[in-house]
């Protein structure tokens, strides 16, 4: 019960991720918003912790590894907290992303050049700074990375939960 439960929670930070991959691109493609390098490294980090938690819920029968894929997802969505972060309070400030740790990174693993069109850095973060509702976008990637957050921590709860044999003592 507890781990068909945890196995749920990583089904919809799966979801939500590959939702958020899915926005960003619609964003890009439909809506003419280009991706700066942070934007992108967001993508990536999106894209694991979808690709963690698939993982994760094949596994049905190891609590170790399910309990190292709830880990893994809390230990990407802090980091894609802090890319989000970063890119709204410094790389948005910025004329150029160049030489950055994103952009290095991005270049660097040959993404860009591989998968151009969900990898490519394609604008400036200044350029790419952009409101939606009146909150900027990387406010929003900061929000989903933190309900991944939240996600996975409930998710670490109840796959290292023992589980009762007997049922609960009256």
Request: glycine share 8%.
């Amino acid at each position: 019960m507890l781990r068909a439960q945890s196995n749920q929670i990583l089904f919809y930070v799966a979801v939500l991720s590959l939702a958020g991959i899915g926005i960003a691109l619609i964003s890009q493609y439909v809506f003419g918003m280009q991706p700066c390098a942070w934007c992108v490294l967001q993508r990536l980090i999106l894209l694991a912790i979808a690709l963690i938690c698939i993982l994760g819920m094949l596994a049905r029968r190891s609590r170790s590894i399910h309990t190292l894929a709830a880990t893994l997802v809390c230990i990407l969505g802090i980091s894609g907290m802090i890319a989000a972060w970063y890119q709204y309070s410094v790389a948005s400030q910025m004329f150029s992303c160049e030489q950055t740790f994103a952009d290095k990174f991005i270049a660097g693993s040959g993404l860009d050049a591989a998968l151009p069109q969900l990898f490519g850095i394609y604008a400036t973060c200044m350029d790419a700074r952009v409101s939606i509702l009146g909150i900027e976008y990387a406010l929003w990637s900061l929000g989903l990375f933190g309900l991944c957050v939240l996600l996975g921590l409930m998710s670490l709860s109840r796959s290292t939960r023992p589980q009762m044999i007997f049922g609960p003592r009256d």
